[in-house]
């Protein structure tokens, strides 16, 4: 699968962005997806997941309340909602697809990486 994310840009602190990942192949409903996050200097960090079919997700703590993922299998694509962005959500995000549909907040659980989209949160 090839994905394709985008919608990143520049913000001021406390609006809202929404970040999305297209998918080609026709298994896209068999795989969990995740956003991971790098800021400049830091390593690569999990930020949301979602499974199979969508009803279940988790988040890391510093997002927690603020994004939230979703998908449309029909539209094979996926969503992060970015609300209240801080500076310090100022990274390159990056899709990702598990193969095995189970989701984690692992990089290397991922088989599959869209090619990143830079969100900017000036303060």
């Known amino acids: 699968v090839q994905l394709q994310a985008s919608g990143g840009g520049l913000v001021q602190a406390g609006a809202s962005l929404r970040l999305s990942c297209a998918a080609s192949g026709r298994t896209f409903s068999n795989y969990a997806l995740g956003w991971f996050r790098q800021a400049p200097g830091k390593e690569r960090e999990f930020v949301a997941a979602?499974?199979?079919?969508?009803?279940?997700?988790y988040y890391e703590d510093p997002v927690k309340g603020r994004f939230t993922i979703s998908r449309d299998n029909a539209k094979n694509t996926v969503y992060l909602q970015m609300n209240s962005l801080k500076s310090e959500d100022t990274a390159v995000y990056y899709c990702a697809a598990d193969r095995w549909g189970l989701g984690s907040d692992e990089v290397k659980k991922y088989d599959y990486w869209g090619q990143g989209t830079l969100v900017t949160v000036s303060s």
């Open positions: 979602i499974g199979r079919t969508g009803t279940a997700s």
